[in-house]
C-alpha cells in the first residue's frame, strides 16, 4: 500500500524502546534514548496501526513535536501520553527529560496502536493567498468584537443623530439644507408634514 510506512532499522543517535504500562491513564509513555548529542526539534513522534512487525500505516489523529531542545549522549526521553509538564530529572544515574502528549485519553490502549518515530529533514510551508487571509482577519475581528460583548448583549444601534452623521456626504448636505424651526426641529409647512 502506498500510505504505508516500513519501519526501518533504528537510527543509532535517536533511539526507541517502546510503550511501556499500555492503555493505563497517567503512566503510559514511550522511553526513547539519546546515544548521541541530538536536536530533537527534526523529531515527531505520530501514533501508527501496526500491520506486519516493519510495517506501520500512519494515522492522521495524533503527532507530537519534541520542541526546541536538544539533548547529550545518554539522556533518557520519556514521553507520557497524558497531561503534564516538561521536567529534567535522572533514571538511575543517566539524565532523563521527561515530556507529555497532553491527551485526554491513553493512545496505545490497542495492541496495534504503536508510535512511530518520525524525523523530518525538511520541511515546506504552505502560504495562504491574499482572499484567505482577508476571510481570516474579518472571521478574526468578528470573534474579537462578540468576545468584548456581554453575553447576550447585541450590538449597540448608535442614536439617530450618530446615524445622520454615518451617511454619504450627499446626505449630509441634504440634511443641512432642510429647513429648521428654532427648536431644531425640522420645520413644518401646512398640514404639519416635515419638509
Known amino acids: 500500500m502506498a500510505n504505508e510506512l516500513a519501519i526501518l532499522p533504528q537510527e543509532f543517535v535517536f533511539q526507541m524502546f517502546g510503550v ?4 493505563t491513564p497517567n503512566l503510559e509513555r514511550v522511553v ?9 526539534s527534526s523529531y515527531f ?10 510495517r506501520a500505516l500512519p494515522l492522521n489523529a495524533d503527532s507530537f513535536w519534541f520542541g526546541k531542545t536538544s539533548v ?5 526521553v520519556v514521553v507520557y501520553t497524558g497531561r503534564g ?7 538511575g544515574i543517566e539524565p532523563c527529560l521527561v515530556l507529555h502528549w497532553n491527551k485526554p485519553a491513553v493512545l496505545f490502549s490497542v495492541p496495534q496502536a504503536i508510535p512511530v518515530l518520525i524525523r523530518a529533514d525538511s520541511v515546506a510551508i504552505g502560504r ?15 470573534r474579537s468584537e462578540g468576545a ?8 449597540r444601534t448608535p442614536p439617530a443623530h450618530d446615524r445622520m452623521r454615518e451617511g454619504s456626504e450627499g446626505d449630509r448636505h441634504a440634511r ?7 427648536s431644531g426641529a425640522p420645520a413644518t409647512v401646512a398640514g404639519n408634514h416635515p419638509v
Not at 482572499?131 to 468578528?142: G, H, I
Not at 468584548?148 to 450590538?155: H, K, S, Y
Open 20 to 23: 511501556y504500562d499500555p492503555g
Open 72 to 76: 547529550l549522549a545518554g539522556t533518557w
Open 32 to 40: 526513547l534514548r539519546a546515544n548521541l548529542e541530538v536536536d530533537l
Open 148 to 155: 468584548r460583548r456581554p453575553a447576550g448583549a447585541t450590538r
Open 45 to 54: 513522534l505520530v501514533t501508527g496501526w501496526q500491520l506486519t512487525p516493519d
Open 85 to 91: 509538564q516538561q521536567t529534567f530529572t535522572t533514571l
Open 128 to 142: 495562504r493567498t491574499l482572499v484567505d487571509r482577508c476571510a481570516s482577519m474579518a472571521a478574526f475581528a468578528a
Open 176 to 182: 443641512r439644507a432642510r429647513p429648521r424651526s428654532r
